[in-house]
């Protein structure tokens, strides 16, 4: 008999205690969803410099705001500014750093960075250092000539 209690109890400890994919709606991964529906038209001249590779251009929409990145792969990108890591804190937000030409997680006060949580990721969404666990969210984009449409 306790044996089986020892067992049982083993196995409960083991199973409450291993790594779990995060649930989609909590955890570090989570980042809202406001509706995203962006269409930008490179032939215009706030919006001509985007043609470009290496270019980008930041837009006041999804949950903190949204760069959309000529990456030097020469695809384009369209990313979510929140930090995947405590998302719901102030400070949880990426700046593109363009002497490392990455995105990292903190604000940009009176031209000072103020890092928050000390995340970096590439130019492409990807992680790539520090204590968050996801990749940046991205957004549908889609490339028709030079218009770009953005969207969730």
Do not use: W
Not at 89 to 108: M, P
């Amino acid at each position: 008999m306790k044996k089986l209690f020892f067992i049982v109890s083993l196995l409960t400890f083991l199973f409450n205690s291993s790594c779990k994919p995060d649930d989609p709606y909590d955890g570090d991964c989570f980042i809202p969803s406001p509706s995203v529906n962006i269409t930008i038209n490179m032939d215009l001249p706030s919006y001509f410099n985007l043609q470009n590779i290496g270019e980008y251009l930041e837009i006041n929409q999804g949950n903190r705001g949204i760069y959309i990145i000529h990456n030097y792969d020469d695809v384009f990108y369209a990313i979510e500014r929140t930090c995947p890591h405590k998302s719901e804190k102030e400070c949880a937000q990426v700046i593109y750093d363009e002497t490392n030409l990455q995105l990292v997680c903190g604000q940009q006060n009176d031209n000072v960075f103020e890092p928050c949580c000390g995340s970096i990721y590439g130019l492409n969404s990807l992680y790539l250092s520090g204590p968050a666990r996801c990749n940046l969210k991205t957004y549908r984009l889609s490339r028709q000539g030079n218009t770009l449409y953005i969207s969730n």
